[in-house]
């Protein structure tokens, strides 16, 4: 609605200097329609800039939090590295319930990331940040904008117990690597101590019967 009273307040501004003939009321209605093409812009621009006749509203989510990777050997939580610097973290979560991978957003200033370490349950708890227009007339002046719901940012606060890993992506894949190569040399040794055990107690049981 803001726009089309900054539309109609400029026509009126230009029929005015136009369709008026007596200079007094021609300056007496430029003048007030002038006032309200600057109003009107105004208050368009610090609703864009500085979020005019809206306020911040959170909502609070907690999740209970499956392993980032499916393994019998441990439960993760996964985080991609970004940056020249890996200074910023996207971290890599599922919530149960979920299979689908979500993941925390790469934009520092759309997402603010916490890891404790806690003896309860892992969980995610997610408070998620909104611009909303503070009443309904706010909404019906500037709602053209479409930046009513507005994301703000999200804060996560992972809680993991202590029997989690939080590893890299990176570190994720050289750990599977590694209990690959480790159960791999566990079924040799295996197998060679089953051979072994094979060989002794056929020894054994010559020794006690000669013609087998």
Same mark, same amino acid.
């Given at each position: 609605?803001?726009?089309?009273?900054?539309?109609?307040?400029? *026509?009126?501004?230009?029929?005015?200097?136009?369709?008026?003939?007596?200079?007094?009321?021609?300056?007496?209605? +430029?003048?007030?329609?002038?006032?309200?093409?600057? *109003?009107?812009?105004? *208050?368009?621009?610090?609703?864009?800039?500085?979020?005019?006749?809206?306020?911040? &509203?959170?909502?609070?989510?907690?999740?209970?939090?499956?392993?980032? &990777? %499916?393994?019998?050997?441990?439960?993760?939580?996964?985080?991609?590295?970004?940056?020249? %610097?890996?200074?910023?973290?996207?971290? *890599?979560?599922?919530?149960?319930?979920?299979?689908?991978?979500?993941?925390?957003?790469?934009?520092?200033?759309?997402?603010?990331?916490?890891?404790?370490?806690?003896?309860?349950?892992?969980?995610?708890? &997610?408070?998620?940040?909104?611009?909303?227009y503070r009443n309904?007339?706010?909404?019906?002046?500037? +709602?053209?904008?479409?930046?009513?719901?507005?994301?703000?940012?999200?804060?996560?606060?992972?809680?993991? +117990?202590?029997?989690?890993?939080?590893?890299?992506?990176?570190?994720?894949?050289?750990?599977?690597?590694?209990?690959?190569?480790?159960?791999?040399?566990?079924?040799?040794?295996?197998?060679?101590? &089953? %051979?072994?055990?094979v060989k002794v +107690?056929?020894?054994?049981?010559?020794?006690?019967?000669?013609?087998?």
């Open positions: 609605m803001i726009i089309a009273a900054l539309i109609a307040s400029a *026509l009126l501004l230009f029929i005015s200097m136009v369709a008026i003939k007596q200079r007094g009321r021609r300056l007496l209605a +430029g003048l007030v329609f002038s006032v309200l093409v600057i *109003l009107t812009t105004g *208050l368009i621009i610090k609703n864009d800039r500085e979020h005019f006749g809206m306020q911040q &509203v959170s909502q609070t989510r907690t999740y209970r939090l499956n392993s980032s &990777v %499916a393994s019998k050997q441990a439960s993760m939580l996964l985080y991609q590295p970004i940056g020249t %610097a890996n200074q910023e973290k996207v971290y *890599l979560y599922k919530t149960a319930g979920k299979n689908k991978m979500q993941q925390t957003s790469p934009d520092p200033s759309k997402a603010q990331v916490t890891v404790k370490r806690t003896t309860g349950p892992t969980t995610v708890k &997610v408070k998620t940040i909104r611009w909303r309904q007339n706010y909404r019906t002046w500037f +709602g053209i904008a479409g930046n009513d719901d507005q994301l703000v940012k999200k804060v996560y606060t992972f809680n993991v +117990g202590k029997n989690w890993l939080v590893l890299s992506t990176k570190q994720a894949k050289q750990l599977k690597r590694k209990l690959k190569q480790k159960q791999a040399q566990i079924k040799q040794a295996a197998a060679q101590y &089953v %051979a072994q055990q +107690g056929l020894a054994a049981a010559l020794q006690k019967d000669s013609t087998m």
